[in-house]
């Protein structure tokens, strides 16, 4: 507790500082909650500040945001408040309890004390809370004994219904113990596993999975978690697409997503496009690798987007060099446009694009060599009749 109350008390005067000034000063009592606490004791830098304010939260905020200038997002349905500064974000919630109108729905808000607040989360190393109010600045209320699963490097549950209230959790659990390189606590383990079993995931809405994949795949050991879901019979994948994903970039979460499900899922048109070329890469690669034509190469890569072909070499470095003949060729103005074969006759139906096609095909392969030798070529092959 020490260490922490040092911690908070010698940070710069910065925005967190000014927080403190604000509660110590206030009338309001009030706690960091939940990451802050947890991070801080494991002598991480937390990402975001989490307060919880005995009383109305949403004009603590106000208030605190007089003083911090930033910008104020107010949640008033739910008691909640957001202050985003330029270094930092600080959430704001009343304590308050949730009731669960069916599981995997989303709470209904209730106002209540600090202890009922920590009842309603999900694991004991989340569970707890450290005072920034003038009384009893810095002290730790750790109900559930959260600092000694810290300490144990343990992922508990409060209460034996967390997964079915919230099976996201499912996610977070796995996130955070890797994350940490923390193990999931016995009978914790079993509940995940019955809840898996009962398929509650499937209880969830596309937008909240999307939002828990995504949540995985921007922590460094995201491709444990995913061995994890995988193991636990959760979106099962291949050892050699698990493989694959570090090549990836940041597109790795769209091979992903192509091996799932993903019809509940909001993704943007664009997004189901990678997704696609992504799922196709290995076929793309084999015919790659057989292609032994300038003309072949172009038609194999050119309805695959460009961050897809950029990554091709990085999966097999022997064919850089077609891809940077692909770079080259892509560039080159074809001889013969719509406007030639109009002119000769042609007219305008599935055949028209096909000898467009065929005739780039020509002149890619340097069959052809000039417009002149394209028309002629045209001419004999007496394409209107
Ligand atoms: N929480 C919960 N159940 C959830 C999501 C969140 O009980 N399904 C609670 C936890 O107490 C958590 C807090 O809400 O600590 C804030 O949630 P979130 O911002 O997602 O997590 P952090 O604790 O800030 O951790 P992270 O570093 O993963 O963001």
């Given amino acids: 507790m020490a260490k922490l109350k040092s911690l908070a008390k010698h940070q710069k005067k910065s925005v967190l500082n000014k927080a403190i000034d604000f509660f110590i000063k206030s009338i309001y009592h009030a706690y960091f909650v939940g990451g802050y606490v947890r991070d801080t004791t494991l002598g991480l830098k937390p990402v975001d500040i989490d307060i919880v304010v005995e009383g109305n939260a949403v004009k603590a905020a106000k208030a605190l945001n007089l003083k911090l200038k930033g910008k104020l997002c107010i949640y008033e349905e739910f008691g909640t408040a957001s202050i985003i500064t330029e270094a930092e974000r600080i959430d704001l919630a009343s304590a308050r309890v949730e009731k669960y109108s069916s599981p995997a729905k989303l709470p209904h808000v209730y106002p209540s004390t600090i202890i009922e607040d920590l009842n309603r989360r999900d694991f ?25 699963d810290i300490k144990k490097g343990l992922i508990r549950v409060l209460h034996k219904n967390s997964f ?17 390189g923390f193990k999931i606590e016995k009978k914790t383990k079993i509940l995940m596993k019955e809840a898996i079993d009962k398929r509650m995931i499937q209880q969830l809405s596309g937008q909240r999975i999307l939002n828990e994949i995504k949540l995985i795949f921007s922590e460094k050991k995201y491709q444990e978690t995913i061995k994890d879901l995988s193991d636990l019979l959760i979106y099962k994948i291949k050892k050699k697409d698990l493989e694959l994903l570090p090549l990836l970039g940041p ?26 070329d992504l799922n196709k890469i290995g076929s793309t690669i084999s015919r790659l690798e057989k292609a032994s034509t300038n003309s072949t190469i172009c038609n194999i890569l050119s309805p695959i987007s460009d961050q897809i072909i950029e990554i091709i070499p990085l999966i097999r470095q022997e064919l850089k060099g077609k891809i940077n003949t692909y770079s080259k060729l892509k560039k080159i103005k074809p001889f013969v446009k719509g406007n030639d074969l109009k002119k000769l006759g042609v007219r305008q139906n599935r055949k028209f694009k096909n000898l467009l096609r065929k005739m780039l095909d020509l002149q890619l392969d340097k069959n052809i060599k000039s417009k002149k030798e394209a028309i002629q070529y045209l001419r004999n092959m007496k394409i209107h009749e």
């Fill in 124 to 148: 004991t190393i989340n569970a707890m809370v450290m005072s920034i109010s003038k009384e009893d600045f810095g002290e730790i209320f750790d109900p559930f004994n959260g600092l000694k």
């Fill in 164 to 180: 079915n209230d919230d099976p996201t959790r499912i996610f977070r659990a796995l996130r955070y113990k890797n994350r940490f």
């Fill in 251 to 276: 597109n790795r979460i769209y091979l992903y997503l192509s091996k799932l499900d993903t019809d509940g899922f909001p993704l943007k048109t664009e997004e189901r496009e990678i997704m696609q």
